[in-house]
Every structure is written in structure tokens, then in C-alpha cells.
């Protein structure tokens, strides 16, 4: 069964990362259809400032379509490693609306995952897990394979 996937990267916290999402998002396409942003999300040539300046005026409607699709949606995955607030606010949501949602977070980073999304992993709808890049295949194949994702 197709999915959509909602992906979730930082995009105003923090643009560091957008290679990694791009290369995330690739694999995603294995398992169904990522529906948001795609092409925004991995394009390493858009900044914060650029971002900030593009959408001046522009967040209600951003904020208006991202909620829709997370209604539509069948699975979240989220890469935490660059704190986001928008992240942490488009977890929440799904969260509400009983999606199932794997976070991804590198603790070779240097950086510390809040407390808020690793206490969230209940090991069945919200997952949580640490990995590096090479782990994942694997990651997403079990992900994917649970419940008949």
C-alpha cells in the first residue's frame, strides 16, 4: 500500500541539514508519496535569510497548507537533529491527530534532542531513534513494515 509521508526538516531553524533531507526524502519515495515542499526542503542553496524573505507576509497560508497535509497524511517522519520549532509544532500536530510518526535524530551532532520529543516515544505511534546515515535502510524498512504501514 502507497503511503503519503509528511516530511519534516528545519527550515527556518536552521538550513545545515537540507542535504541530508533531500537524501532522506529519496528513500522516503520508496515507501509512498512524500507530499510537502520536497524540493524546498533539500534545496541546499536556500538560506534562512532567503526563506524568511520569500515567505515574508506568506505564513498563514504556509502554516494553512502544512496542517492539511498532515490531515491527509498517513505517516509523519521527522529529522530532529536541527531544533525547529516548526518541527516540534508539526509533531505536536500529528500527535493530536493520531498519526504515526518516526523522528530521526543523529547524537553524533554535538546536539541534545529535547526531552519533549524522546519522552514522546511510546514505541508504537511515535518512534523515535537515533541513527547515522548508513542505518537508514533499515530504519525505514521496519518503520514501514509495522502494522501494515
Known amino acids: ?78 529529522e530532529v537533529t536541527q531544533p525547529s520549532m516548526g518541527v516540534g509544532y508539526e509533531i505536536g500536530r500529528a500527535s493530536a491527530m493520531k498519526k504515526n510518526i518516526l523522528c530521526l535524530f543523529r547524537p553524533d551532532s554535538g546536539k541534545s534532542l529535547s526531552a519533549m520529543i524522546r519522552g514522546a516515544d511510546n514505541g508504537d505511534q511515535i518512534v523515535v531513534k537515533d541513527y547515522q546515515e548508513t542505518d537508514i535502510d533499515d530504519i525505514f524498512k521496519d518503520f514501514f513494515a509495522k502494522d501494515g504501514l
Do not use: P, W
Not at 541546499?44 to 496542517?67: A, N, P, Q, W, Y
Open 1 to 78: 500500500m502507497s503511503q503519503l509521508i509528511y516530511f519534516c526538516g528545519s527550515m527556518r531553524g536552521g538550513r545545515q541539514d537540507a542535504a541530508l533531507y533531500a537524501r532522506l526524502i529519496k528513500k522516503l519515495e520508496a515507501y509512498g508519496t512524500v507530499l510537502n515542499l520536497c524540493d524546498r526542503i533539500g534545496d541546499t542553496t536556500l538560506t534562512v535569510e532567503i526563506l524568511v524573505e520569500r515567505e515574508c507576509g506568506r505564513e498563514k497560508m504556509i502554516h494553512d497548507k502544512d496542517v492539511r497535509m498532515l490531515e491527509e497524511c498517513n505517516v509523519v517522519v521527522a
